[in-house]
């Protein structure tokens, strides 16, 4: 009969360094690139934060002859036969971010839904209508911080769930290596026993034809058993390109939320709180706050990119008082930067798109609702919306209009240039005119 090796002969941790014991050479060869990771997520979750996994060649006495194996398995026969039921069955999660939890998520207009919506699901994983979930947004707007919040949340109020935060990069990398290891069994049973599936960014499995197969067939079993999925992406489920329409059409099952740029009142909020996080009870003046709130708009962060680099400052320059001048001179490269970002106002937008109808910015700014009227005002909000980083709520007050109303015009004009081309080339035409590339639209 066929005899296999012990997996682990000894451990011991010690000195924030697991080191655990086996009996063979080969089994260091084979152990240390696929286990390390996985139990060193496992310690970090345990509270280990800087663990490291070490495999090694036990001591003489603990490998005795009958220990050693009487033959020399393949890898993809070990896997298969030993791995699977053990360490192959626990998802490959990575450790969550300690900070990113709901107390410190600063709420405001642009994420407010957002984040009453992942509160409903940390409350009640599995269980709503919000399942999926699916949050989509720029770059640095707090996505991957809301998601994680919810990790965080379940596993404070349930300690034996299982709740697994992964890449979509990550992702895909393990289901390559199963492929290559003839262990895609293991990897369907460890990801689709999990309670809660954490998956950031979503959008990196665009054109991976096969590979969305499987995470089809994953997600398909994670519904069925009511446990809940929360992905993240840069942009709308119906904007995933390179994704199956079916696919696509599970995203959209359940609840898709928009985290868009903070206001100006959410920004210096954002810049308060960090202030209060990291400063050491160091006082920085309400107007240098004020200052960055208004010329750093892009995203979180490079607010707090820019808050962190006054506060380094601070520390290491204790008896220069900090001044207005010298906060303009330390975010000189930063605020530039936001320039080239965000070089267009709505008030520009208005302008020019009332050029190119023929009428004028009192009539884009009226109550007016006839059609000659209602298009170039719903074209300056489309354009305002996908061309500047000012909220919704920014922009309605521009137009005099509701946030409310200014997501209506902005989505009515898109669906029309998805369908009438030549509203579509009128769009791309202004686009143009502002100086800005119409692919920029499709973000």
């Not at 139990?39 to 090694?56: C, K, P, Q, T, W």
């Not at 269980?127 to 404070?156: A, C, D, E």
């Not at 007016?368 to 298009?375: F, Y």
């Not at 005099?400 to 109303?405: F, L, P, Y």
Request: proline residues 4%; charged residues 20%; glycine residues 4%.
């Amino acid at each position: 009969m066929e005899r296999y090796f012990p997996l682990f002969v000894s451990h011991e941790l010690k000195e924030n360094t697991l080191r655990i014991g086996v009996a063979e050479a080969l089994q260091v060869e084979w152990f240390t690139p696929l286990f390390t990771k996985p139990i060193e997520n496992a310690l970090h979750a345990l509270g280990y934060s800087d663990a490291r996994v070490v495999f090694d060649i036990a001591e003489t006495d603990r490998t005795s002859s009958s220990q050693k194996p009487a033959f020399t398995p393949s890898p993809a026969s070990f896997l298969k036969q030993t791995a699977a039921p053990t360490l192959m069955g626990m998802p490959s999660t990575l450790p969550l971010t300690e900070n990113y939890t709901f107390q410190n998520f600063v709420v405001g207009p642009s994420n407010s839904f957002a984040h009453a919506t992942a509160m409903a699901v940390a409350n009640g994983p599995g269980r709503t209508l919000n399942n999926p979930l699916f949050i989509y947004g720029g770059t640095g707007l707090g996505k991957t911080h809301l998601m994680q919040s919810i990790g965080h949340y379940v596993l404070r109020n349930n300690p034996s769930a299982s709740v697994c935060y992964i890449t979509s990069e990550t992702f895909l990398n393990e289901y390559v290596n199963a492929l290559a290891n003839n262990a895609m069994q293991a990897f369907r049973e460890r990801y689709r026993k999990v309670d809660v599936l954490l998956l950031d960014d979503v959008q990196f499995i665009a054109d991976k034809r096969q590979f969305q197969e499987e995470f089809f067939n994953t997600f398909s079993s994670l519904m069925t058993y009511r446990k809940q999925v929360v992905m993240t992406s840069d942009v709308a489920p119906k904007d995933l390109k390179g994704c199956e329409e079916r696919l696509i059409g599970r995203f959209q099952q359940g609840m898709a939320v928009e985290i868009e740029a903070p206001s100006y009142e959410t920004r210096l909020a954002i810049l308060k709180f960090k202030v209060k996080m990291q400063s050491s009870g160091r006082i920085i003046p309400e107007e240098i706050l004020k200052y960055i709130a208004e010329n750093i708009r892009s995203h979180v962060r490079a607010l707090e990119g820019a808050v962190s680099r006054v506060i380094t400052f601070m520390a290491l320059n204790t008896s220069i008082p900090m001044t207005l001048e010298i906060v303009q001179h330390l975010l000189k490269d930063s605020i530039e930067q936001e320039k080239t970002i965000k070089d267009l106002t709505v008030e520009e937008i208005m302008k020019v798109v009332a050029d190119f109808y023929g009428v004028t910015l009192s009539d884009i700014l009226s109550s007016q609702r006839t059609q000659t009227l209602v298009t170039p005002r719903q074209v300056a909000m489309y354009l305002s919306y996908k061309l500047t980083t000012r909220s919704l709520v920014e922009i309605g007050r521009s137009f005099g209009k509701t946030h409310a109303t200014v997501y209506h015009g902005a989505q009515t004009i898109q669906k029309r240039i998805d369908v009438e081309n030549e509203l579509r080339k009128t769009v791309e035409n202004i686009t143009s005119q502002l100086g800005r590339n119409p692919s920029e639209l499709m973000k």
